[in-house]
């Protein structure tokens, strides 16, 4: 068998971010600069190093950016005051709430709180609607997003393929088995979630197999068919000791394992990751050309 591709998202997404610095620039010629408002409530680890990461992209192509720090304990009202208030203002083009939120938050009305216009994560039920109905106006969520951008830059053939995605989550598998079945990429899709039965034999029929679950190295290797594409979206903290921080990121893919039987792999972190943040700022300059017009 050919050597395992490894699918370097960190490389593809610089591609994209070289896009939209260019397209920033012509916008900003036009007399407008686009503007990304990130709201973080609490203080989740994890959610302070992806806001932290958005913005600094922000700034490095040129895209105004506005981070909103709120403490654990904001009410929801307080929450809905800020989207109102993002929703009115002409220097954001994109408003994006870094979930998960505190529990006492009810989540989805946030999302349905943000001018459609605006919600660059593509949650809200307008957008998720116009992905459905392949209107290529709507927000499409940026990590399905970036998964297909990776498999379209590593110029692997979606059309008539076996694609089966673990996961059914808004936010990652059901967009992704959309766009997988959509006019554009024509795979044959299965979606497989916690009910599934004999979810090994499922993946073993996929021609691309996409993970988004959230389980440490859940998928073996024998769960895939040799010369299978791999995309894992997973992205989990273990615990390893010998790091400063005490732990390590891995995805949902026992990758050592699984790597020498693919034909592509990405890997994690430097896969998924980095294009789920180029994605963001396609969308933000998505937004920001479309409240121009
Ligand atoms: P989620 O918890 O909302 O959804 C997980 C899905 O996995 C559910 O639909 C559930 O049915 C399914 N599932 C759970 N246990 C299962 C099992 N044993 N067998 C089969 N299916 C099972 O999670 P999510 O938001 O979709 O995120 C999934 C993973 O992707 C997480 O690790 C998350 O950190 C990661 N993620 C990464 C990025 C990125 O940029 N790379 C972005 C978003 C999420």
Redesign the pocket.
């Known amino acids: 068998m050919a050597p395992t591709r490894i699918l370097d998202g960190k490389a593809i997404a610089a591609t994209v971010l070289d896009e939209c610095r260019a397209e920033a620039a012509h916008l900003i010629n036009l007399g407008t600069v686009p503007g990304l408002a990130v709201v973080l409530v609490g203080d989740d680890p ?1 959610s302070k190093v ?1 806001v932290g990461s958005k913005v600094r992209t922000c700034h490095e192509l040129g895209i105004h950016s506005r981070k909103i720090e709120l403490p654990a304990a904001t009410t929801q009202d307080a929450l809905l005051e800020v989207v109102r208030s993002l929703n009115a203002d002409s220097a954001i083009h994109g408003i994006l709430v870094q ?1 998960p939120l505190p529990p006492h938050i009810d989540e989805e009305a946030i999302v349905r709180a943000i001018d459609p216009r605006k919600d660059v994560d593509g949650f809200h039920p307008e957008n998720v609607a116009k992905l459905a109905l392949e209107d290529p106006t709507g927000f499409v969520p ?2 399905p997003a ?1 998964c297909m951008k990776l498999l379209e830059t590593a110029g692997i053939d979606t059309h008539g393929a076996e694609a089966v995605v ?8 059901k967009p992704m088995a959309l766009l997988l079945v959509s006019k554009k990429a024509n795979a044959t899709v299965t979606i ?5 039965k004999d ?1 090994p034999a499922i993946c073993r029929r996929a021609d691309i197999l996409v ?5 440490p190295e ?1 998928v073996k290797a024998d769960w895939v068919k040799p010369g299978a594409v791999v995309i894992d ?4 903290r273990i615990e390893d000791a010998s790091k400063k921080s005490g732990f390590r990121l891995v ?2 893919v026992a990758y050592e394992e699984v790597a020498p039987r693919c034909a592509a792999i990405t890997p ?1 972190p430097g ?7 180029a994605m963001l700022m396609k969308n933000t300059l998505q937004a920001a050309r479309q409240q121009r017009a």
């Open positions: 994890a992806y979930s940026c990590t970036g673990i996961g059914r989550s808004m936010i990652v598998g497989a979630h916690s009910r599934s979810l993970a988004a679950v959230g389980r859940m979206v997973g992205i989990n995805g949902d994690v896969g998924v990751g980095p294009m789920t943040i």
